[in-house]
């Protein structure tokens, strides 16, 4: 989900952007942005910061195998489908296809459709067969969820089976715009249910032994976990 200020002062994002981020963004990525940025809920797309990250843990961690719950118009869908090697396969959850329909011609220019599976269900029967897949279990190399907030600890339960040990789960939005660490007073009353649900996560998330967790200030907040066992 793209930054919106709270966060980061402006003009340090917008440093951090037109420094090293925009640079070094794929030209198919830079087209799905834009083809996105008229649609009434762009602020939804993964933050290209974000995405820069995300795309060095794929390729830090060799990734070839992955999942990603809640795809919108595609941008992390397409990053992943970019980043990871031709045989790679990444399997991708969405509830509403018509949101990922707007990205596909992109994606379809790219050339890599191939490695995507994209799956139009509610995120948490998709995940739960998965689960009855004995090949699935334990066999994700990366999980990005990146979907409804009040389900973040529900995806936790089931992703964290789907991981490889010493695999990586990105979470987004874990700093909810910088609303985390407000009083509840001085927070917009439109973001008080996602900061409530991101709050109650972050902290289920530090007491977990079954991951490591790394939190960064990427868009409006990314947290990183590896599983451990
Ligand atoms: C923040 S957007 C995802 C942004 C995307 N990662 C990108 O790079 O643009 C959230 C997406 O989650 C989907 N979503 C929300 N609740 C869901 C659910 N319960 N099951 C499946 N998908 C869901 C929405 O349809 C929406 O497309």
């Not at 509403?96 to 509610?122: C, M, T």
């Not at 995940?127 to 389900?151: T, W």
Request: glycine letters at 6%.
């Amino acid at each position: 989900m793209a930054h919106n200020g709270l966060l980061q002062s402006d003009e340090l994002y917008k440093y951090i952007l037109e420094t090293n981020v925009y640079p070094q963004e794929p030209e198919p990525l830079k087209e799905i942005r834009a083809l996105t940025a008229s649609h009434q809920l762009s602020f939804m797309g993964t933050s290209p910061d974000a995405g820069q990250m995300i795309e060095m843990l794929l390729k830090l961690t060799g990734a070839k195998k992955t999942l990603e719950v809640g795809v919108y118009t595609g941008y992390s869908l397409l990053l992943t489908a970019l980043t990871i090697p031709e045989d790679g396969k990444t399997v991708a959850i969405d509830v509403n296809r018509e949101f990922y329909e707007i990205g596909k011609p992109l994606i379809d220019k790219a050339g890599v459709e191939h490695k995507i599976n994209f799956i139009e269900s509610e995120a948490l029967p998709a995940l739960d067969k998965l689960l009855e897949d004995p090949a699935s279990k334990g066999s994700f190399d990366f999980v990005f969820i990146d979907a409804d907030k009040i389900n973040y600890l529900n995806y936790h339960e089931k992703v964290i089976n789907l991981v490889k040990v010493n695999g990586i789960i990105v979470y987004d939005n874990t700093l909810w715009y910088g609303s985390v660490a407000k009083s509840e007073d001085l927070v917009p009353e439109t973001l008080k249910e996602g900061r409530t649900s991101v709050l109650k996560f972050n902290k289920a998330l530090a007491m977990d032994s079954r991951v490591k967790v790394s939190m960064a200030p990427l868009g409006d907040g990314i947290t990183i976990c590896r599983r451990v066992y």
